[in-house]
């Protein structure tokens, strides 16, 4: 890491920004530290998102479970599991962390338990075997989601207290181009095996995730944050009450729930459209590979854009990012049509995917963006454990329901359902009132 002047010209050149001390909405304690936990959230960040990708629900735990022969019917739990597991507990430590002055002891804690689940991950890719294998394989995912739930809600009150309004999206976008371009290298040896057993790459990979958490963990206890005030610390049931009256009195708060409410289309797209590369000649862990590279590629090159558009308009990244979802559905329902010489192909899946992906990125940055933004710095962990309890919620309830039309309609019909949805979620964003 660059260090003293270097460390600060690097910082606003990444930034854009003439003078580093441009410090607003966090305290003046953070100004002089802010160039330096600049580049500490973004390694944590890079990660963060490597390990994410590299221990994926939507693509490498669903071939993790085809390799050591788990029914079926399981790689339908993994995508709800993973966002329902990590966003459901968090009004419910809410109250908890605000107790604490400093918050990044409760990040560390998170990482580190995300590191030994992925480490449990990838033994279980080499000894883990039917249905019992399959089962440690979710209980596993279980306490990975847990954890990631717990980092969640106390890394984006540290960004809030460490990193300047205007600057947090930048930084995101920045992280997932990173991220990106070395998850692109990991897809790129995976195409190499192409059909070669995969059960050691499996392993390889979530074991490099594994170092990735630690490595979040690492750069989270080095950042210095400043004390914060630790009034209004309630427990579980004091929350939920709070968070019903937020719901109720506060209008933009509401619509915003309700746009990330329908966004979650492109979340839930994304594993039927790998469904259906699987189905069509990408099955090997060589289709994993294309799968892994092309989502790097998209996440390298979109997510700096999505970034420096959600310090402008984060309600209006939402907005484009929901428009961008109904015709990358539209598009991949299309391929149904396509000739038989080009259908038996992963290449029209992916890139639909590597599409999606790059929607998917910009609405994952806007809705982040937009409400650390909303929010004060008094009030802030509340809202975000709040919204991450709705939509873990409604994580599992349209999980079930999608995956009931999936078993009904076949993927293809699903995506027309799905762009729909998508279609009312830039309806409400237009909605949203501007935070920025």
């Known amino acids: 890491m660059a260090s003293g002047e270097t460390q600060t010209r690097l910082y606003e050149w990444l930034t854009g920004d003439e003078d580093s001390r441009l410090c607003k909405d966090i305290p003046d304690s953070a100004c002089d530290e802010q160039p330096r936990n600049f580049f500490l959230h973004l390694l944590a960040s890079l990660g963060n998102k490597l390990a994410d990708e590299l221990s994926s629900a939507r693509l490498v735990l669903p071939w993790l479970l085809g390799a050591i022969g788990a029914p079926t019917w399981m790689v339908g739990l993994l995508v709800p599991i993973r966002e329902a597991g990590a966003l459901l507990p968090q009004l419910f430590v809410a109250g908890f962390i605000r107790l604490k002055p400093r918050r990044k002891g409760v990040w560390v804690v998170g990482g580190l338990l995300q590191a030994l689940a992925a480490a449990a991950l990838s033994v279980l890719a080499l000894i883990g075997s039917g249905g019992v294998g399959g089962g440690l394989v979710l209980l596993a995912l279980i306490a990975l989601s847990l954890a990631r739930g717990l980092s969640s809600i106390a890394t984006k009150d540290v960004l809030g207290k460490t990193i300047s309004k205007q600057r947090r999206g930048t930084l995101m976008g920045w992280s997932g181009s990173v991220a990106g371009a070395v998850t692109l290298a990991a897809g790129a040896v995976l195409v190499l095996f192409d059909d070669r057993p995969g059960e050691l790459a499996l392993a390889v990979l979530l074991g490099v995730a594994a170092l990735g958490w630690t490595l979040n963990a690492l750069c989270a206890a080095a950042i210095e944050e400043a ?24 209008a933009a708060f509401r619509n915003f729930n309700l746009t990330r409410a329908l966004l979650l289309s492109s979340a839930l797209a994304l594993p039927y459209v790998a469904l259906m590369a699987q189905d069509n000649g990408g099955t090997e862990l060589g289709g994993l590979g294309l799968l892994i590279v092309v989502s790097g590629v998209a996440g390298m090159v979109a997510s700096p854009i999505w970034g420096k558009r959600s310090d402008a308009s984060s309600k209006t990244v939402m907005r484009d990012g929901a428009i961008g979802t109904t015709l990358c559905c539209l598009l991949g329902a299309s391929l149904a049509w396509l000739p038989e010489s080009m259908s038996a192909s992963v290449w029209p899946y992916a890139l639909v995917y590597a599409l999606l992906v790059i929607v998917h990125s910009g609405i994952r940055l806007g809705r982040k963006t937009y409400i650390v933004d909303m929010a004060g710095a008094d009030n802030r962990a509340l809202y975000v454990a709040l919204s991450n309890t709705i939509t873990g919620v409604l994580m599992l309830i349209v999980g079930a329901v999608i995956g009931a039309l999936a078993q009904w309609l076949g993927a293809g019909p699903l995506l027309l359902v799905l762009a729909a949805t998508a279609a009312l979620a830039a309806l409400s964003a237009l909605r949203l009132p501007e935070v920025e």
């Not at 004390?227 to 506060?250: F, I, Q, Y």
């Open 227 to 250: 004390e914060g005030a630790t009034d209004g610390g309630a427990n579980a049931w004091d929350s939920v009450k709070t968070g019903l009256a937020l719901m109720r009195d506060d």
